[in-house]
């Protein structure tokens, strides 16, 4: 009787946490879309800098381009229905972004790059005009997204970005990643007029400075008190306003 109630227990405990589920802004099982830069590869990839359009370069050919965008809607892995993909630098280096559907992340290769920046914009659907994300289910009190790979142990400079806005409402916070982990932004150190049970629209960014080889896990609400740690928005808002 003794063993069935720790079973019983463990159940409860197990039935208990799966009812948490947390809000998951992207799923990321869909793809971006074949490049039109790249006819000969079609490669479902956003790029600045060099990109081989083959097997091999030389002979194939080598396209350069300072900056990428793409817009995607009807996504059936969105939150909001739809995203705004894009990466650029004014400086030297290339930096590839695909997302992998079988792994479900986001992933960045940087090299040789100064202040390059991934971001991803979920702005309000036009398939769902006026949707809100209620982040707060489940009683989650912050958001994060995992980051992990090469370059996080000092040899690049990684920041991570969040921008949410609720009715007009909207903040951001960054974060120098500096070790593989989640990166976490608790709700309270946001503006308590921002609601984070309505919020109607999120971009996220990725800085890197260096070369990085970078796995992005999708960002989800989580139940955490870990404090961020806030860093300049200048440079990035100036960028991408």
Same mark, same amino acid.
């Given at each position: 009787m003794f063993r069935?109630g ?5 159940l409860?405990?197990?039935v208990?946490a ?9 799923d990321y099982?869909d793809p971006l ?7 000969v590869t079609q490669?479902?990839v956003l790029?600045h800098?060099?990109y081989?359009d083959d097997?091999a370069?030389? #002979?194939?050919?080598t396209?350069?381009q %300072?900056?990428?965008l793409v817009?995607? *809607? +009807? !996504?059936p ?5 739809g995203?705004?993909?894009g990466?650029?630098?004014s400086?030297?280096g ?13 992933l ?10 991934v ?9 769902? #005009?006026g949707?809100?994300?209620?982040? %707060?289910?489940?009683?989650a009190d912050? *958001? +994060? !997204?995992?980051?992990s790979?090469?370059?996080l142990d000092?040899?690049a400079?990684?920041?991570?970005w969040l921008q ?10 960054g ?11 608790p709700?309270?150190t ?5 609601d984070?049970?309505?919020?109607d629209r999120?971009f996220v960014a ?5 070369s990085?080889?970078?796995t992005?896990?999708?960002v989800?609400s989580v139940a ?6 806030p860093t300049s928005?200048g440079?990035?808002k100036?960028r991408?306003?």
């Open positions: 069935f720790v079973c019983l227990t463990a409860l405990t197990l208990l799966s009812a948490a589920v947390s809000e998951t802004l992207d099982i879309p074949p490049n039109p830069n790249l006819p490669a479902r790029w800098g060099t081989c097997v370069c030389p #002979p194939g050919m396209v350069t %300072t900056e990428d817009t995607q *809607l +009807a !996504l892995g969105a939150h909001a229905s995203r705004v993909v990466v650029g630098s400086e030297v290339t930096t590839v972004v695909m997302i992998d559907t079988t792994q479900q992340k986001l960045i290769k940087a090299v040789d790059v100064y202040e390059a920046v971001s991803l914009d979920y702005p309000e659907s036009p398939q769902a #005009p949707l809100s994300i209620d982040f %707060t289910s489940g009683g912050a *958001l +994060a !997204l995992e980051i790979g090469d370059g000092g040899s400079t990684v920041t991570c949410v806005s609720s009715v007009n409402v909207g903040e951001q916070h974060q120098n990643v500096q070790a593989p982990g989640l990166v976490i932004f709700f309270d946001f503006s308590p007029e921002l984070f049970s309505r919020i999120a990725i800085g890197v400075t260096g990085a080889d970078l992005i896990g999708p989800h955490s008190s870990t404090p961020a740690v928005w440079a990035l100036s991408y306003r």
